[in-house]
């Protein structure tokens, strides 16, 4: 501190003395670099002050880069003096001079405490050595916690010219022990003014006094009292004198690592105020370009290095849907220390121009807890600005950073889809604890909603009436654009598929299907619904599962085609939900929905096959011998068979109205699960000739649909039965058993029906309507006769003549003139008379022409094992092992010469 000079010559000094000890104010200055090693938190985060302006007693910090005073508050004495910062609490303790009382300011609470208990003035009784001369003027100047952690206060005597040095209690203000008097090489430091401070570096204690009026610094042992290493202070290569400058204010930056004294000047009026001092050599500097000081009457600061400032920023939420998307970007600064530090530099963190440029809000919402934590008259609100639309967030110089650190949030908009970068550079923040060492980035990701869409197709490519086939819904989560992301859906995605009413669903309600990593459950009325349908159902299939961008997943399912099925079919599918915005994530309606939501698929459809029923050859006839036989079983377990009733005679027909005159069993089937459900799958077959040669198999459970197989050769001409008893309906299957070629006729014909082992077993039913046939057996052969004089090559007949010597060639064409084949046939033609068989008639060993239907072949006369002879004035041909299809023929040709 500096205290009043009442050496003649200074009234100035004196007028001025009398503001200093009726004002005071608190001031902060501010360091600019950070350097040295952090310890575990600190509360030395800046060098305080007491300062008085104006007549108004007020609490304030400077800020270097606008070199002006920030007030942080109002202090209840009238002269605030011999400031000292304690490094554990960061409390400022100063004594009132007018009173002596001992005071504090927190600036972590920004409160002003009550006086705590009056500081002893060196008095006899408490001095080393003993007080010299009367002590009428003592004044406290000075104060600091030194390296040690106690509080120690420095008091001048005007009159006595000596300067001593005691330790207090923090707590209440008593000294602890005796004041010593400050000496110097053994002899006391006599002073002719009330100016000096002390103060400390962590490790070292010093003080500035002003032995022979000349300002110096020593190291001082505060304890004892021992000044050493003087060194002389010098402004502008100059050593001072207290006839123009006295020191009253002494303080080191744990930050900077620099030493401040306070000066003031009677000659150097415009560097009065706060200088830079080189401790070595004594050596003042003005940092501040000249700017004034007045009214500093002392510094206080501490030694220990505080935690480095840290600046954090987020994005929430980090992760947005659809452009342009709101955020709140929040700025994190963070304070270990034991008490505030405030911002010397205007921060400006500029928001990213890419994918496009980042604004605030158009409502900012600008809020935060740094926004009350205020520090100085005008707030840390008003130290927070922006406005809608700007591209940039300010922060401005003096915000004052609480213990625990703040947060400033701010809303903010991306106009596109991408990803955003906002960082602020390493250093950028500057305050009086130092600078920010690492940069502080936040990256925004603004992502498009998931787009789902669905394509429905079929299989086979024409469907079948009384088939089945597979419809396929495929969905896919669209791919992201160039540079973008897009997110995987989330929640329930819904795919609904109503069928027209000539289709039925298959699988039984509740079944799943895995395609792609997504799981889906598809589900319909079934029968435990009293409103099921048997067919047109509405399919319903969800999944949970995320569907990634750029990923497809198919649902398959098998359908029934039902026998009226004719033309085409058609039915649209939907896709909905998963996060996809598209008509609020609720289920489309058909006739509104768009088509990537929504696909239609149409299918051919080949109708249901009419059985044949006209012959080739003959008259239709039914062998039943009462159409139409039906029955319905309805039991859970056995079996039970029921014959088909034929005409007496039907063995003896041998041809069916089909193709290769097979025969054809025209009849209905229809089926439905069992009740109560779920049932066991049975089974209904068609056994002709005691063959199996159809069969009918029920589904377990709920399945919607048979299956009839063909066995042992036989063709079916419908494979699947839709469910049936639909609002007491039987949708009946017209399915024609073609049997097998080798069945040459039906002698008996049944149905077999099996129900389950146990429980309750499908209900199965038929109708038999016709089993055709064309025409009786008839075995029947005719001969035709022909002749031709070869001699000279007359026509061929019934009839011929020639003379003697001439040839003549006779034929007999025999033909299969009936429905069976012939067999074992034998013939034989006796040589007519006046002629002469010929023997070699067609070469060498052919005697007898044979034409057979499969070629040519001859024979002899003689008896030999060939199939002809000539014998008792006939020709005889025997072919045991020729078969004679119906309308087949063969032929014998023998020659003859006339005698």
């Known amino acids: 501190m500096r205290e009043h000079n009442d050496r003649p010559g200074h009234s100035w000094l004196r007028r001025w003395q009398r503001t200093v000890t009726t004002l005071g104010v608190l001031l902060t200055t501010l360091g600019a670099a950070t350097l040295g090693t952090a310890q575990a938190g600190s509360a030395c985060t800046t060098v305080y002050g007491t300062r008085v302006s104006g007549g108004t007693y007020t609490s304030v910090y400077y800020d270097p880069y ?9 202090t209840p004495t009238t002269a605030p003096n011999a400031a000292a910062l304690d490094p554990a609490t960061g409390r400022m303790y100063y004594v009132d001079q007018t009173s002596n009382a001992l005071y504090y300011y927190d600036p972590a609470t920004k409160a002003f405490s009550a006086s705590l208990g009056t500081v002893p003035a060196p008095a006899p009784g408490n001095t080393a050595p003993a007080l010299v001369g009367t002590n009428t003027s003592p004044r406290i100047i000075g104060a600091t916690f030194a390296a040690n952690g106690n509080l120690y206060v420095l ?5 006595a010219g000596r300067t001593y040095v005691g330790q207090i209690n923090a707590a209440s203000g008593a000294l602890i022990g005796t004041y010593n008097e400050l000496k110097s090489n053994g002899n006391a430091v006599v002073s002719p003014t009330t100016n000096g401070d002390i103060a400390t570096n962590g490790t070292t204690d010093y003080a500035v006094v002003e032995p022979n009026a000349i300002p110096t610094i020593y190291a001082v042992n505060l304890g004892t009292g021992v000044l050493s290493s003087p060194v002389q202070l010098k402004l502008g290569g100059a050593t001072l004198t207290n006839t123009t400058t006295t020191v009253n204010g002494l303080a080191y930056n744990p930050v900077t690592r620099q030493y401040y004294v306070n000066l003031s000047s009677s000659t150097i009026t415009a560097n009065n105020g706060l200088f830079l001092l080189d401790i070595g050599t004594g050596t003042l500097t003005d940092p501040n370009s000249g700017a004034t000081f007045s009214g500093i009457t002392d510094l206080a600061s501490c030694g220990v290095v505080p935690d480095v400032p840290t600046l954090a920023k987020s994005f929430t939420p980090a992760t947005v849907t659809s452009a342009p998307a709101n955020t709140t970007l929040t700025l994190t600064f963070g304070n270990t220390n034991t008490a505030p530090y405030y911002l010397t530099k205007d921060l400006t963190d500029t928001f990213p121009a890419t994918p496009g440029q980042m604004v605030v809000a158009s409502t900012p919402a600008l809020a935060g807890t740094c926004l009350a934590a205020s520090g100085s008259t005008q707030g840390n609100a008003a130290l927070v600005t922006t406005a809608a639309a700007d591209k940039q967030l300010t922060v401005k110089a003096g915000l004052v950073i609480p213990v625990g650190g703040c947060t400033v949030t701010v809303a903010v908009t991306a106009p596109a889809l991408g990803a955003y970068t906002n960082t602020i550079a390493s250093g950028a923040v500057q305050t009086t604890a130092g600078n920010t060492l690492v940069a502080a980035n936040a990256v925004l990701t603004v992502q498009a909603t998931p787009a789902l869409s669905i394509v429905k197709t079929h299989a086979p490519a024409t469907l079948a009436a009384a088939g089945q086939g597979t419809y396929t819904l495929t969905v896919t989560n669209a791919a992201a654009a160039s540079g973008t992301t897009r ?13 027209p009413a000539t ?5 039984v309600s509740g079944f799943q299907v895995v395609s792609n990593g997504v799981t889906w459950t598809c589900s319909y009325v079934d029968e435990l619904t009293s409103t099921y349908k048997t067919s047109g159902q509405t399919v319903t299939c969800t999944t949970t599962g995320a569907i990634a961008p750029s990923v497809s997943t198919a649902i398959s399912f098998a359908v029934t085609v039902l026998p009226d099925a004719t033309g085409t079919i058609s039915n649209t599918a939907s896709v909905s939900g998963g996060g996809d915005p598209y008509n609020g994530g609720a289920v ?9 939501h929504c696909s239609t698929d149409t299918a051919p459809v080949t109708a249901l096959p009419t059985p044949p029923t006209t012959c080739s050859t003959g008259t239709t006839t039914n062998l039943l011998s009462t159409p139409n036989t039906t029955a319905f079983y309805n039991q859970d377990t056995g079996t039970v068979s029921t014959p088909v009733p034929l005409v007496t005679n039907a063995a003896a027909y041998r041809q069916g109205v089909g193709t290769a005159s097979a025969y054809i069993v025209d009849m209905d089937w229809w089926f439905n699960n069992g009740t109560p459900n779920p049932s066991n799958a049975s089974t209904l077959s068609l056994y002709v000739n005691g063959t199996e040669y159809a069969r009918l ?4 459970g709920l399945g919607g649909a048979a299956q009839i197989t063909a066995l042992n050769g036989a063709a079916v001409s419908a494979t699947w039965v839709n469910r049936g008893y639909y609002q007491g309906v039987y949708p009946k299957v017209e399915s024609y058993v073609t049997l097998p070629t080798s069945v040459a006729g039906v002698s008996s014909a049944e149905l077999r029906f099996t129900g389950g082992t146990s429980g309750t077993s499908d209900d199965i039913g038929f109708n038999v309507r016709a089993i055709n046939a064309c025409v009786k057996p008839v075995a029947q052969v005719s001969a035709v006769k022909t002749v031709q004089n070869i001699s000279t090559g007359g026509a061929v007949g019934s009839n011929s003549s020639g003379k003697p010597g001439e040839i003549l060639e006779y034929c007999i064409v025999t033909t299969n003139t009936g429905t069976l084949n012939t067999t074992k046939l034998a013939f034989s033609d006796t040589v007519p008379g006046n002629t002469s068989a010929r023997s070699a008639a067609y070469g060498t060993n052919q005697d007898i022409k044979l034409i057979l239907p499969s070629g040519t072949t001859y024979a002899t006369f003689a008896a030999d094992t060939d199939a002809g002879q000539l014998g008792g004035g006939a020709i005889a041909v025997n072919l045991p092992t020729l078969v004679l299809t119906p309308g087949q023929t063969f032929t014998v040709c023998f020659r003859a010469t006339i005698g």
Not at 66 to 74: C, D, K, M, R, V
Not at 487 to 499: C, M
């Open 588 to 596: 489309p309606t058909s006739a509104t929905c768009d088509a990537t």
């Open 503 to 507: 289709l039925g669903i298959a699988p």
């Open 66 to 74: 606008a070199n002006t005073y920030n007030t942080l508050g109002n």
């Open 697 to 700: 198999t029920g589904n377990a």
């Open 155 to 159: 008091y001048s005597s005007l009159n």
């Open 487 to 499: 997110l995987s859906t989330s929640g329930t995605v819904t795919v609904t598929d109503t069928l």
